[in-house]
């Protein structure tokens, strides 16, 4: 889908909402509708879409080169600057005129949607996801593609943790390498490092610490990053320095049946619920279910977080191009933990995963 039928996409759905129009600041909704990545600063960067009008772009007078080379340039689009001394609030409210009604960018600061609200006392505001979610949910090709390149961008990754993972090594070090290996895999920033052994992986958002890895822990390895077109990669594999305990061995071959199952259950109709229902209720036939203490998964895009979410109670129903994690767990506090986690994407007729690396548990032998 092109910028310029996503700016399309949005008029529609104004129109059809009854909402005058449509104010969007940095973040990924302004790159997703005309691929701008505009610094988020103080100063006011707004793309006002309207009904029945061509879009226009406010930015900062600092601004206007970065604007101006950015797809924005080529796309044609009305760029309007502001100096120091200007109100770009009142900018923005003359260009929307006399609206009811507004929708507000989800991402934008607070600050923000107060001053658009003084400028426009008159305007009701409203979400602007209510517009973009569903448009933004549904990858076209070209996303798919990027996602795919993402998923075996993080899977060179994993490939190489075993071989980083040994005795006397702390979460920290290996975090540092493993950040160097996501800038290396072809990524242009570190989202995010968890490095959880021992004890530490029954924290699911556990980040890195001093703690030194010994033969006998479990590691859980959470890892994504941004690929220079702004897509995201998320994966997860659980490691285990030596050999696990038949306990937790046993749980481990739960998990991973609950992750295929899950996987396997993706197609076009099916509910987010029922994913998240299929992989909890093999935990919980195992005696785990208590253990798994977070949804499934979460859509997956230009954030590493975003719809749909693979949720009880989220009965919205899958579709085509649907891009989103399935990430089973258990977490057993003061012991241990472990996770299964890859990028699938509903397709026409089932599921395609974009990670290939081994989801069995993974023993390092600290060597």
């Known amino acids: 889908m092109s910028f310029v039928r ?6 529609e759905q104004l129109a059809i909402a009854g909402i005058d129009a449509a104010l969007i600041t940095p973040g990924p909704d302004l790159r997703y509708l005309v691929g701008y990545e505009a610094k988020p600063l103080e ?20 601004e206007i080169l970065a604007a101006t080379a950015s797809p924005v340039g080529q796309l044609g689009i009305d760029i309007q600057s502001w100096q ?17 009604v507004v929708a507000l960018d989800d991402h934008m600061w607070a600050q923000k949607v107060l001053d658009l609200r003084a400028a426009m006392p008159n305007a009701r505001q409203v979400l602007a996801s209510q517009l973009i979610t569903p448009i933004r949910m549904r990858k076209d090709a070209e996303e798919i593609a990027a996602l795919r390149r993402a998923g075996a961008a993080i899977d060179q990754v994993h490939a190489k943790v075993p071989e980083l993972l040994r005795p006397g090594r702390t979460e920290r070090e290996i975090g540092i390498d493993i950040g160097n290996l996501i800038i290396a895999a072809g990524h242009v920033a570190v989202d995010f490092v968890i490095v959880a052994s021992g004890p530490n992986a029954a924290s699911p958002h556990h980040d890195v610490s001093d703690r030194v890895l010994a033969i006998g822990d479990p590691v859980v ?25 038949s306990e937790f061995a046993a749980s481990y071959a739960v998990l991973l049946q609950a992750q295929r199952s899950a996987s396997a259950a993706v197609h076009p109709g099916a509910t987010c619920a029922h994913i998240d ?31 749909p979410y693979i949720v009880a109670g989220n009965h919205l129903p899958l579709a085509a191009g649907m891009a989103f994690s399935i990430e089973p767990g258990f977490y057993l506090a003061g012991s241990y933990g472990a996770r299964i986690e890859d990028i699938v994407i ?17 023993i390092a032998l600290g060597t």
Do not use: K, W
């Open 277 to 307: 229902a299929v992989a909890r209720d093999v935990l919980t036939d195992a005696g785990l279910g208590e253990l798994f203490i977070h949804r499934t998964g979460h859509g997956i895009g230009l954030e590493s977080h975003e719809d």
């Open 6 to 11: 996503r700016l399309t996409h949005v008029q």
């Open 43 to 62: 100063r006011l960067t707004c793309l006002v879409v309207r009904v029945g009008a061509d879009p226009v772009l406010v930015v900062p007078a600092l």
């Open 84 to 100: 120091e001394t200007d109100d770009p609030y009142a900018l923005a409210a003359q260009l929307v005129g006399a609206a009811s």
């Open 221 to 245: 390895v959470d890892i994504g990053g941004t690929m220079p077109d702004g897509y995201r990669s998320d994966c997860t594999r659980t490691y285990h320095l030596g050999a696990p305990s």
């Open 346 to 362: 509903c397709t026409d007729d089932g599921v395609e995963s974009v990670n290939a690396q081994p989801r069995e548990l993974v």
